[in-house]
């Protein structure tokens, strides 16, 4: 068995937990939509996949089934979760130049009746925008961009490369219809707006919930980050690094960090690159098939008989391995190398869930932290204060009989020298005026005594100052410590939650990627073995070799030809 199959740490049974932050009530319906785009079509780009194959995913292959909804926030809503198997098609790529000083590729997307265009960069700012809407959920890849080489190589065309918008065209299909089926994705407004033809993309990204996302998610409640009533609490959450080690870690997170590392270890090393090196080969093979046939073609006009005949068929084999070849690269492409490629970027996405999940515990030991140093400081704080009115009260109980001196023999003593026998303490003398200063340090000397005086005319009062900030910030440090416990709850139950449902979804996907594979070599051998067996069936029509047709003469000639052998035979013996 593989050995993925025992360590997964994704199977573990855990209770869904619905995600609250649905997003429809936060964004005005009635906005105002931007006119129309006009664009000029271009011709579409040759599709890669079989036309009487469906593309990869099948509409049916990890579709979960969703709760039954009353509520529609929009027609592409209800559109969604009607109950029907919907499928979101992109159907063209256009060449346009609105609101742009140079031309760009837009994306026709047609979702039941309604049909948008969007170019790249927009599906690039939903992937984004959905992230930070939802940073517990595992948000679909978009394809990758073109590399620095791409543009070197074909310059000002790369960005208009057939086979390029091709695969973006089915992988940018891949990405929506992974979106449409996800139970929590689907019913989010700003995913529906994004397929509405009739709303302008610049204006969802500046209206709410968008507008509303903070700067920093770490800061703000995981189940719903534009939540404008949040408590202040959050403002009192540290920013934790990454790499920042915890003290308590969770063993069920460890264990889906290790077996993701090794899943994208295990795509991205061996399989990505054994893959594109068989295709590669593929590729070679076919090119050389079609040299060959075009070869054996030619050389059959040379020749003529039954012997042209064969090699023109031999030739048309040729010719039929390499179209079939060609169709066998399509669709492994399609099939199989472009959805491994999508689990490679799934893996770094996993990645990046667990690394916020991570920092969210960082964050709770942190503010846990935190605030026991505060109330260790409070303490330390009120011990001070307390022992300064103990001291204060004895001071004052020793002025107090102090005030009231006595004679010898008991009774109370008057006149003036009775000040010097008391605690009295004279006010501060001030510099002496009879010291010669330097010339300019009559100034900072002066100012240097006044800040001395301010910083210790009343300690105490600093003191209780300190004390009520040290109260203030303890309260809303227990704040802060009960909003991350339940920040952490929530992210972990909801990753782990999507965690499972990944899971299930990769496991239908790579049933279907082999199932696509197998299919694809088994169409390659049929179409090759007709062909072939064409061509075989000419080519037995030529004689074995030239001396069996001479004897075939012979024999028909009669005895001469038995003469002359023997007689050749007598020579031959001599």
């Known amino acids: 068995m593989d050995p993925y199959e025992t360590e997964n740490p994704f199977e573990e049974d855990t209770d869904r937990v ?18 129309p785009s006009q664009s000029s079509r271009i011709p579409s780009s040759p599709s890669l996949g079989s036309a009487s194959r469906p593309a990869f995913p099948s509409s049916g292959s990890h579709r979960q089934p969703q709760a039954y909804k009353s509520d529609f926030c929009c027609t592409r ?27 760009y590729i837009t994306y026709v997307i047609k979702s039941g009746t309604a049909e948008a265009q969007h170019r790249y960069s927009e599906f690039e700012s939903l992937r984004t925008s959905l992230a930070r809407l939802y940073p517990t959920l595992i948000i679909p890849p978009i394809p990758s961009k073109q590399t620095i080489g791409d543009y070197a190589v074909k310059q000002a065309k790369a960005k208009e490369d057939a086979a390029m918008i091709a695969r973006r065209k089915r992988m940018l299909q891949t990405f929506l219809n992974r979106i449409a089926r996800h139970p929590i994705l689907s019913n989010e407004h700003v995913f529906h707006r994004f397929l509405d033809g009739e709303v302008s993309w610049t204006e969802v990204l500046h209206s709410p919930p ?46 889906s960090e290790v077996f993701t590392n090794k899943f994208a270890a295990h795509l991205s090393g061996p399989m990505e690159k054994v893959t594109r090196r068989t295709m590669k080969r593929w590729s070679d093979s076919s090119h050389d098939h079609a040299e060959l046939g075009a070869a054996l073609n030619g050389f059959s006009l040379n020749e003529s008989g039954q012997l042209s005949s064969a090699i023109e068929k031999t030739g048309q084999a040729v010719d039929a391995t390499y179209m079939s070849t060609t169709l066998l690269l399509q669709e492994l492409e399609q099939n199989w190398a472009e959805p491994l490629h999508e689990y490679t970027q799934f893996a770094t996405i996993i990645k990046k869930l667990l690394v916020y999940r991570h920092q969210k515990h960082v964050q709770y030991e942190m503010t846990q932290e935190n605030l026991e140093a505060k109330r260790e400081q409070l303490e330390e704080l009120e011990k001070s204060e307390h022992a300064a009115r103990r001291l204060e009260e004895a001071l004052g109980r020793g002025r107090t009989s102090a005030d ?31 010291r010669r200063r330097a010339p300019g340090m009559g100034f900072l000397s002066a100012l240097s ?29 227990e704040d802060a410590l009960h909003l991350s416990a339940q920040d952490l709850k929530y992210s972990s139950s909801t990753i782990q939650a999507d965690l499972d449902r990944f899971q299930r979804q990769k496991v239908a996907d790579i049933r279907e990627m082999a199932i696509s594979m197998a299919k694809s070599h088994r169409d390659w051998c049929k179409k090759n073995l007709e062909a072939w067996e064409e061509a075989k069936r000419e080519v037995e029509k030529i004689p074995d070799h030239p001396n069996r047709m001479l004897e075939e003469i012979v024999e028909d000639s009669g005895g001469v030809a038995n003469g002359s052998r023997e007689s050749t035979s007598t020579i031959d013996g001599h």
């Open 404 to 434: 009231s001196p006595r004679t010898e023999d008991g009774t109370p003593s008057s006149g003036d020298n009775s000040r010097a026998d008391t605690g009295y303490l004279p006010p501060h003398p001030g510099p002496n005026p009879v």
């Open 18 to 35: 619905q995600s609250e932050a649905s997003s429809a009530y936060r964004v005005n319906l009635s906005a105002p939509s931007s006119p």
């Open 210 to 255: 968008l507008s509303l996302l903070p700067t920093n998610i770490l800061k703000a409640p995981s189940h719903n980050p534009t939540d404008q009533n949040a408590s202040p609490g959050y403002t009192a959450l540290p920013n934790p690094s990454a790499t920042h080690a915890l003290r308590r870690p969770d063993q069920r997170f460890l264990d």
């Open 77 to 103: 809503d209800q559109w969604l979760h009607s109950g029907e198997e919907v499928e979101i098609v992109i159907t063209d790529a256009l060449k346009t130049s609105v609101n742009s000083s140079s031309t």
């Open 449 to 477: 005594y006044t800040l001395h005086g301010m910083m210790d005319v009343d300690p105490a009062t600093a003191r209780r100052n300190a004390i009520s900030k040290a109260r203030e910030q303890i309260s809303l440090l």
